[in-house]
T-cell receptor, first 117, second 115 residues
Framework: GAVVSQHPSWVICKSGTSVKIECRSL??????MFWYRQFPKQSLMLMAT?????????EQGVEKDKFLINHASLTLSTLTVTSAHPEDSSFYIC?????????????FGPGTRLLVL | GESVGLHLPTLSVQEGDNSIINCAYS??????FIWYKQESGKGPQFIID?????DKRQGQRVTVLLNKTVKHLSLQIAATQPGDSAVYFC??????????????FGGGTRLMVKP
């Protein structure tokens, strides 16, 4: 149990294109989902916290108009990278909190690698 | 182009030896800690966790030690196997507060197991 999927796994796009990444909790409901970005040989950096039915909370330095997050249901959150540029190329990872009551529990997706040409 | 960032510290061990991976955390208010394993091109995988009211917890072949005095966490892997080769991250959580279930990740350590 506690499986999180992401789609797509890989995406290559031209500069200026918008890219949508989906994060789904397959066998549990997640009131909170998190979006991380990971550059090569670096750690995961939290971008935003997404709560179902409300606006996402963005970390300092993350442009909310560039990284649009929608969490319309308890099993799906989407991250849209608008007008992507080469510097947005990264590994994007989502995680989902099942709300089990144990603080800090997050199940991670497999990640989406974005390459902007 | 590729962004220039920190290079992960690397721990190289012989197959069958024990591995110890260390992590320093900064927030004395953190009360829950998790170790994750990340293989190349994949998301983090939960290994073991520990709460701040404990100083040691054991799992299968893994042990986590917590020293709150010096804010230090370590992951010990017994009889390291080639399949243990990955990057290992510690993460900390401040429990129930305005940050909710947010995790803050450490820089990571690459473990390389030599056959």
């Amino acid at each position: 149990g506690a499986v999180v999927s992401q789609h797509p796994s890989w995406v290559i796009c031209k500069s200026g294109t918008s890219v949508k990444i989906e994060c789904r909790s397959l066998d549990f409901q997640a009131t909170t989902m998190f979006w991380y970005r990971q550059f090569p040989k670096q750690s995961l950096m939290l971008m935003a916290t997404s709560n179902e039915g409300s606006k996402a909370t963005y970390e300092q330095g993350v442009e909310k108009d560039k990284f649009l997050i929608n969490h319309a249901s308890l099993t799906l959150s989407t991250l849209t990278v608008t007008s992507a540029h080469p510097e947005d190329s990264s590994f994007y990872i989502c995680s989902a909190d099942p709300g089990s009551g144990r603080a800090g529990t997050q199940y991670f997706g497999p990640g989406t690698r974005l390459l902007v040409l | 182009g590729e962004s220039v960032g920190l290079h992960l510290p690397t721990l190289s061990v012989q197959e069958g030896d024990n591995s110890i991976i260390n992590c320093a955390y900064s927030n004395s208010a953190s009360d829950y800690f998790i170790w994750y394993k990340q293989e190349s091109g994949k998301g983090p995988q939960f290994i073991i966790d520990i709460r701040s009211n404990m100083d040691k917890r054991q799992g299968q072949r893994v042990t986590v030690l917590l020293n709150k005095t010096v804010k230090h966490l370590s992951l010990q892997i017994a009889a390291t196997q080639p399949g243990d080769s990955a990057v290992y991250f510690c993460a900390e959580n401040i429990g129930n507060n305005n940050a909710g279930n947010m995790l803050t990740f450490g820089g990571g350590t690459r473990l390389m197991v030599k056959p």
